[in-house]
């Protein structure tokens, strides 16, 4: 139990269709993150949360959508996407976003494949 | 800009052997260094973390990890491996003049293979 839930642990989808990634923390963090971890590649930092504010977003293209309705929630909506989004994506929590005192606490990845 | 190299894309070691995985940096100052692990099918993992102080440091399930400036390294160490340590280890660093999570830099990872 990492204290990080991501759902559904695989997700297979047409480039047409649309579905959403959900993450839910339950370790009182305030800060939340995607991260996309592709196959041989280091991670990419996507979208960063604060306090259900989003205070980064690293020139992630519009095809994928966040939401954070709450500090405990996360979303990452999909529609349209290309082949080469498919990865493994990460959710990520801390306490606050400077890593020296509040590490990342990751769940574990949502594998998706687009067809 | 801040960036990790982890040269070896994958190690392959004896139960019971002893392991070090190497991790370079380049950043013009004091970084912030961590490893994490990922085993099959699972999230990262913080192994360790080094801020400042004492440059060896211990972390959970045995590993240790030595912080050397000249070498600009960060190797991690453990000296009797276990079959259940076989999994991606990923080294990163931070930046310290701001410690965002944000500017936190991963390497590409090594696979660990334990060989019974």
């Known amino acids: 139990e990492t204290g990080v839930t991501q759902t559904p642990r695989h997700l297979v989808m047409g480039m047409t269709n649309k579905k959403s990634l959900k993450c839910e923390q339950h370790?009182?963090?305030?800060?939340m993150y995607w991260y996309k971890q592709s196959a041989k590649k280091p991670l990419e930092l996507m979208f960063v949360y604060n306090f259900k504010e989003q205070t980064e977003n690293n020139s992630v293209p519009s095809r994928f959508s966040p939401e954070c309705p709450n500090s405990s929630h996360l979303f990452l909506h999909l529609h349209t996407l290309q082949p080469e989004d498919s990865a493994l994506y990460l959710c990520?929590?801390?306490?606050?976003?400077?890593?020296?005192?509040?590490?990342?606490?990751f769940g574990n990845g949502t594998r998706l494949t687009v067809t | 800009a801040q960036s990790v190299t982890q040269p070896d894309i994958h190690i392959t070691v004896s139960e019971g052997a002893s392991l070090e995985l190497r991790c370079n940096y380049s950043?013009?100052?004091?970084?912030?260094l961590f490893w994490y692990v990922q085993s099959p099918g699972q999230g990262l993992q913080l192994l360790l973390k080094?801020?400042?102080?004492?440059?060896l440091v211990q972390g959970i399930k045995g590993f240790e990890a030595e912080f050397k400036r000249s070498q600009s390294s960060f190797n991690l160490r453990k000296p009797s491996v276990h079959w259940s340590d076989a999994a991606e280890y990923f080294c990163a660093v931070g930046d310290q003049s701001s410690g965002s999570a944000r500017q936190l830099t991963f390497g590409s990872g090594t696979q660990l293979t334990v060989l019974p």
């Open positions: 950043y013009g100052a004091t970084p912030y």
């Open positions: 080094y801020f400042s102080g004492d440059t």
């Open positions: 990520a929590s801390s306490l606050g976003t400077t890593v020296y005192n509040s590490p990342l606490h």
């Open positions: 370790l009182g963090h305030n800060a």
